[in-house]
């Protein structure tokens, strides 16, 4: 696909937040694109995004006071994950990852890449992201990835969740879904998309939720301010199961964020210190088993 859009790049400068994050803060959903004669993206890509290469990252998240990293392989990689698998390799435990895999990875691929610090396996459920999932073969790589003690990653909005319940719940292995569900705050708290995600955060273990992309749910624009209420429900309804994360370099979204508006949300999604550090420290250091 050699017409796939050219997105944006991310901003320029952000600004050092004023909310000063804790030690071992972890951005749990963040990508690395290229550089693209190192790393190619794939023909069939839905974008193309401007190189965003390991040295800009470890910048922005020097500026930003983040320590550690969830590293999700991104859409315009592929099934290559090595783009992610390298960085880790350079990280000295402090980077994990998220793969991209389907059904032709052997049980010896999937052992390296847990060996390489990859913890979970993606899905996406958007349109625009490419062809949706097959189910029969989304079933059987659950299956399979479970016995490397992995999570699948969905980005899933929560209006689908109605549909998707009962196959989420009866999952052998934990499940993550990203960005809040992507929810309209236009609808409020009271909306049936982002009741059936608390009720689902609340009643089923195995949920995770990323507090992640209030830009793509925002209707005020930036700081965002308008998504605060958002997380502080999801926090309030599992405090042990969510997650905080910038989405660096945050394609495709509907205006570009300064990333240092996104840690200073946090103190309005929880001002306490016991949940920002669950937030930020303790749940992504058990689902990605960082070693502490």
């Avoid at 097959?134 to 016995?147: C, G, K, L, N, T």
């Avoid at 969905?154 to 998707?164: G, K, N, S, W």
């Avoid at 994360?245 to 200073?264: A, I, K, S, Y």
Wanted: glycine share 6%; with cysteine.
């Amino acid at each position: 696909m050699t017409s796939a859009p050219l997105i944006p790049p991310p901003h320029p400068d952000p600004h050092v937040p004023s909310f000063k994050l804790p030690p071992k803060a972890c951005d749990t959903h963040c990508h690395i694109f290229g550089p693209n004669h190192l790393y190619p993206y794939v023909p069939e890509r839905p974008y193309t995004p401007p190189d965003a290469p390991l040295e800009m990252f470890k910048a922005l998240h020097e500026r930003l006071g983040v320590e550690r990293a969830v590293i999700v392989n991104a859409t315009p990689h592929g099934r290559d994950n090595r783009v992610v698998t390298d960085a880790i390799a350079q990280s000295g435990g402090r980077y994990k990852g998220v793969a991209n895999v389907d059904e032709a990875f052997s049980d010896r691929d999937l052992q390296r890449l847990t060996d390489a610090g990859i913890t979970g396996c993606r899905f996406t459920f958007l349109p625009r992201l490419g062809k949706l999932p097959d189910m029969s073969s989304f079933d059987r790589i659950v299956e399979r990835v479970a016995a490397f003690g992995w999570h699948v990653d969905l980005y899933l909005p929560a209006t689908l969740l109605p549909d998707f319940r009962p196959r989420l719940t009866a999952l052998p292995v934990s499940y993550v879904l990203d960005h809040m569900g992507v929810v309209d705050v236009a609808q409020g708290l009271g909306q049936p998309a982002f009741t059936a995600l608390l009720d689902l955060l609340r009643d089923d273990e195995k949920c995770w939720v990323k507090v992640t992309c209030p830009e793509r749910m925002s209707r005020t624009g930036p700081p965002f301010h308008d998504v605060a209420p958002f997380g502080r429900a999801l926090i309030e309804a599992a405090p042990d199961r969510v997650l905080w994360g910038t989405d660096w370099p945050h394609p495709n979204v509907p205006v570009m964020p300064d990333d240092g508006d996104l840690v200073d949300l946090i103190p309005l999604y929880t001002e306490d210190p016991v949940l920002q550090r669950k937030l930020l420290v303790d749940n992504p250091a058990r689902l990605f088993r960082f070693a502490d």
